[in-house]
């Protein structure tokens, strides 16, 4: 492997079968494959979204900030006003690229934001499950419809 290689992740730990922290993931990762923690970068997305986050990680805390044409906020998810930078709440995209879809999403992720980007957090208490991982693991389990 090229020392300069760069580790492409996106995510897709969520739901699947035991617990793993992202830290156990990117040890196990920087184990197997010899790559600098810099050289790492990571993906945000949504079916929903037609853009996706791309973030490099700078000191472990991965900022995504979006392309020009997306725009995200961050609301406190009883009021749905914007929290203040640096204060955690509940992250909304507007990407305009979704010209066949609704051009705002509210999710259930759970962001901080940093500056232009925002930090992903994790999900908001008592979520329902998302994501390509739950619907493989549902897969595999047979309780697909």
């Known amino acids: 492997m090229h020392p300069n290689s760069i580790v492409f992740d996106t995510g897709g730990l969520k739901y699947a079968a035991g617990t ?6 990117y040890k196990q990762l920087y184990r197997t494959l010899p790559v ?8 945000y997305g949504m079916t929903e979204l037609s853009t996706q986050y791309y973030s490099v990680v700078d000191n ?3 900022i995504k900030v979006p392309p020009f044409w997306l725009r995200f906020k961050i609301i406190d998810p009883l009021s749905g006003e914007e929290v203040q930078e640096g204060e ?7 990407d305009v690229a979704n010209v066949t879809s609704v051009p705002a999403i509210v ?3 759970v962001a901080v934001q940093r500056g232009e980007g925002f930090e992903l957090i994790g999900r908001q208490e008592q979520a329902e499950p998302t994501g ?3 619907s493989m693991k549902q897969y595999l389990e047979g309780k697909t419809q």
Request: aromatic fraction near 4%; hydrophobic fraction near 40%.
């Open 88 to 94: 955690a709440g509940v992250l909304v995209h507007v």
């Open 60 to 62: 472990e805390s991965p």
């Open 132 to 134: 390509c991982s739950l």
């Open 36 to 43: 600098l923690p810099e050289n790492r970068m990571n993906m």
């Open 20 to 25: 793993m922290t992202m830290d156990h993931f």
């Open 107 to 109: 999710t259930k992720d």
